[in-house]
């Protein structure tokens, strides 16, 4: 008589397996089936220090990429220039003061994008957002790092 190769180990192994890749398939699906377009959110982002000839390359309407590798962006909404300032300390008054800064300019670029909305993160495409995050604004003749400081939905 010969003995079965196939035990009831075996069998738990399997349907563990089969189980794992079912809650698996339905953990990963709704990234892949997901069809909308996404919520419009506004992201401002402020360019500290930049060059006065940035201020006036972004335009209103350009199409913008908020990712140095992706392709993720959208179009500029608003664009707000205004002489750079800093902090100094005035040793003959004994008080901080605000100076500015001599040819630089902080920009607050408003970008409207199509991103997912979701409890941890608002996504554009594969490029996540964060307030207070690094965030890169590319466009046709100029780049910048700065930071997202609003998102508005």
Sequence with gaps: ???????AVDAVII????????????????????KT?????????????????????IKVGDEVTLSLTEKDGGVVK???VRPAEKIAFDSI???YVKQEI????????????????????VTVGSTVLKVG???????????AMGYAIELND
């Design 102 to 121: 001599d040819n630089k300019c902080d920009i607050e670029v408003t970008v409207s994008v199509q991103a997912n909305i979701s409890d941890t993160a």
């Design 37 to 57: 377009t996404g919520d419009a959110v506004d992201c401002k982002v402020l360019i500290s220090s930049a060059e006065p000839q940035l201020g006036e390359a």
């Design 15 to 34: 349907l563990v397996a089969v189980l794992v890749l079912v809650v698996g398939a339905m953990k990963l699906a709704p990234r892949f089936m997901n």
């Design 1 to 7: 008589m010969k003995k079965s190769k196939f035990t």
């Design 133 to 143: 995050a690094e965030t890169p604004v590319r466009g046709k003749g100029y780049a």
């Design 93 to 95: 008054k004994g008080e």
């Design 78 to 80: 608003d664009v707000v």
